[in-house]
Structures are given as C-alpha cells and as structure tokens.
C-alpha cells in the first residue's frame, strides 16, 4: 500500500499471459515428476548396493571355506580347476 497525496493507493497486481502461466505450470511440474523419478531411482540405487553389500560378504565367506579345504589357491572359474598359490605370490596379495 502506497500513500499518495494523503490517500491509500493499492498495489495493483498484474497478470502474465495464460499461454505463459500454463507454460510455467507445466514446466514446474515436469521438474517435480523428473524430481520425484530421481528420488525413485536413489533408493533402488541404495537397495541395490545393499544387495551388493551382501554378495560381496557371501563371496568372502565362501572364500575362506574353500582356502580351508584346498589352502591357498587360484580358481579358474571356467573350468574349476586350480592352482596352488606360492608363497611369494600370496604374500604379494598381502
């Protein structure tokens, strides 16, 4: 509100065009939809990291059960046969 020569003007609101609103509108909600996917997408990222997070575990495990067995040794997953490390060869694993 305005004082002019001792009177109350009010502020007069104008208006865009109806094509531009609908364009701003339409352009807003594209961006939250995008926004929305992205939020989607993250948490599939996150479980799927988890599950990563889980094989990785598995593998490890696996891993010690066969050195057990076998001792220390490389697989060729192709064909299962294996190979026994030597020593030098694990220690420069380590």
């Known amino acids: 509100m305005k004082v002019v020569n001792n009177q109350f003007k009010l502020n007069q609101m104008t208006k865009i065009k109806d094509e531009q609103l609908e364009k701003l509108v339409n352009q807003q909600s594209s961006l939250n939809s995008l926004l929305s996917r992205i939020g989607v997408v993250e ?5 799927l990291l988890h599950e990563v997070a889980g094989v990785n575990k598995e593998i490890e495990e696996f891993k010690v059960e066969l050195e057990k067995e076998y001792g220390s040794v490389n697989i060729n997953l192709e064909t299962g046969e294996y190979s026994k490390i030597e020593n030098d060869e694990a220690d420069k694993k380590d």
């Not at 948490?43 to 479980?47: G, N, Y």
Request: glycine share 0%.
């Open 43 to 47: 948490s599939q990222k996150h479980a």
